[in-house]
């Protein structure tokens, strides 16, 4: 094992050398370094992605010392930026780090395209103005993460036009044909001699063996057709029970404990089915992405049902099970073996469609086909709604069911947006800055309130939707930071992140809400 796989060696067996990789090529935008900002640079620093860029105008102060880990008292009066970008980058030598001591609206006057360069731009301690101006710059091939923590409370907000996803890790990509079994699989099959005395040879006959058998019998008393209903499952069990020797016959309990799963039809899945009429596979062009180039190379190989019987490509993947080595390994191969076919017959007409794109067909790697091949059954795609329609088409029957649940913390959703409201109208946030401890408490609570009563009728809501007391909290939190809140809203978005960087695992969508007072939290679609 060499230095590099030693190093990351954990992380590796998550996501793989393609999500390695892809990490390592990535380069991620922070927009001010607060607290949580830091805490998620640390999490993608730490596994190793490929360059970070610090901008942040401020100076370190003692506010920032007390509430960033990542700021020490060596810092104080200094850029707040390049003082992150020293002490961040100390984690891994692996990452590139830059910084700018400038205002992310004075870069972007200078250089309008600055935040292309970018594969993550997460802002965080911005106003609700200057969020929706990133976002929208973001809004064509950049994922725009916009973060923020208020005392107890943390909320964040992911936007990116399209997300695709070809390994989500499903818990089981066994696809084992036992329905409709391929010539090789049903040849395997039929070389096992279930009337041997050998009661080794018996109890070690693999259990897709059992199932091919006792379902192809089942089929040919019942018009080729599979049990469907509870009943007709558990007669096939039954059938199976009734050819075990021994009750030591494990492959044949596995065979039993597998009947449900092989009796639903190998298909294909209807999500799959709504990818191959979406427009984007339908009508590729020269800026088609490798991902709906290779859709389109799965939907035609489907469709000649001479390669394929209708089905998606074999995943090639098979599950433990008793059995003698011999017969296992020979298994393993036959499913492989399809597998591979088709792989190649996708590859094919992969390589047909670049052609005609006037693309060059190494332009896609046969390791991305294989994947691809791997988990046809189980794509994603994810389109994330933007900043923009969020705001000036608000999922209002959505959110008043959200607001309907007492338990729900949504609430703290519509005070964060009042409080953006209060920021553009006095240039602080509820409760921030000097006061004798009583000017938040009698001018700004009730201002916020008003606020939020507000944004409820906008929406066509009543006006007391949202408890006054939650109200009063975030005035009383003056819009400071609290470590532990931070650190934990770090851990969940960093997560994420590195989720949309390596296009595996399924993300959220697309706003989550932290409630530290009572530790519950949830994902809202907005």
């Known amino acids: 094992m060499d230095a590099k796989t030693q190093k990351y060696d954990r992380q590796l067996r998550l996501w793989g050398n393609n999500g390695q990789a892809a990490l390592e090529s990535a380069h991620i935008l922070l927009v001010n370094a607060s607290a949580v900002g830091c805490e998620i640079l640390k999490n993608m620093v730490l596994p190793g992605i490929g360059q970070f860029t610090v901008v942040d105008a401020g100076q370190v102060t003692l506010d920032d010392i007390g509430s960033n880990f990542f700021l020490d008292a060596e810092s104080l009066g200094k850029s707040r930026a390049e003082r992150a970008y020293e002490l961040l980058g100390e984690l891994n030598d692996d990452v590139q780090g830059h910084w700018a001591s400038k205002d992310i609206l004075s870069i972007l006057a200078e250089e309008p395209n600055y935040l292309s360069k970018f594969s993550v731009v997460i802002v965080s301690n911005v106003s609700q103005a200057t969020a929706r101006k990133l976002a929208y710059l973001c809004s064509k091939d950049t994922t725009f993460v916009w973060v923020k923590t208020v005392g107890l409370v943390g909320q964040v907000r992911i936007a990116i036009p399209e997300h695709v996803i070809v390994e989500s890790h499903p818990d089981n990509v066994a696809d084992l044909r036992i329905d409709s079994p391929f010539l090789e699989l049903a040849s395997y099959a039929t070389s096992f001699n279930f009337d041997t005395e050998d009661t080794m040879e018996f109890g070690h006959i693999p259990y ?48 039993i404990n597998s009947v449900l799963r092989s009796c639903q039809a190998t298909v294909v899945p209807s999500s799959i089915k709504e990818l191959f009429k979406d427009e984007k596979c339908e009508n590729l062009t020269t800026d088609s992405s490798t991902f709906w180039i290779i859709l389109r190379a799965v939907r035609d190989f489907v469709e000649d049902s001479g390669k394929s019987s209708g089905f998606l490509p074999l995943s090639g993947t098979i599950p433990d099970m008793k059995a003698q080595t011999d017969s296992y390994v020979t298994l393993q191969s036959i499913y492989k073996g399809k597998a591979k076919q088709d792989v190649e017959d996708v590859t094919k007409n992969v390589n047909s469609i670049l052609e005609r794109l006037g693309r060059a067909a190494e332009s896609i790697t046969s390791q991305e086909i294989e994947s691809f091949c791997k988990f046809s059954a189980f794509l994603k795609v994810i389109c994330y709604r933007s900043l923009e329609d969020e705001y000036q088409h608000p999922k209002t029957k959505q959110i008043a069911s959200w607001l309907a649940d ?121």
């Open 406 to 526: 007492p338990e729900s913390v949504f609430p703290y959703y519509v005070i964060l947006r009042a409080s953006d409201a209060f920021f553009e109208q006095e240039g602080r946030y509820p409760g921030e800055g000097p006061s004798d401890g009583t000017v938040w408490e009698e001018e700004d609570v009730p201002k916020l309130h008003s606020l939020v009563a507000g944004l409820l009728q906008s929406w066509g809501l009543e006006r007391d939707a949202v408890p006054r007391d939650l109200t009063y909290e975030i005035c009383r939190y003056g819009n400071g930071a609290i470590h532990n809140i931070a650190s934990f809203m770090g851990g969940v978005v960093s997560q994420e992140i590195i989720k949309l960087i390596t296009h595996q695992y399924i993300p959220m969508d697309n706003t989550f809400v932290f409630d530290g007072a009572r530790s519950v939290s949830a994902v809202f679609s907005l």
């Open 208 to 255: 897709v063996a059992i199932l091919l058998k006792y379902m192809e019998e089942w089929k040919q008393t019942h018009g080729g057709k599979i049990p469907s209903t509870y009943a007709e499952k558990n007669q096939l069990k039954a059938n199976i029970r009734a050819g075990m020797r021994s009750p030591d016959d494990e492959n044949f309990d596995e065979a």
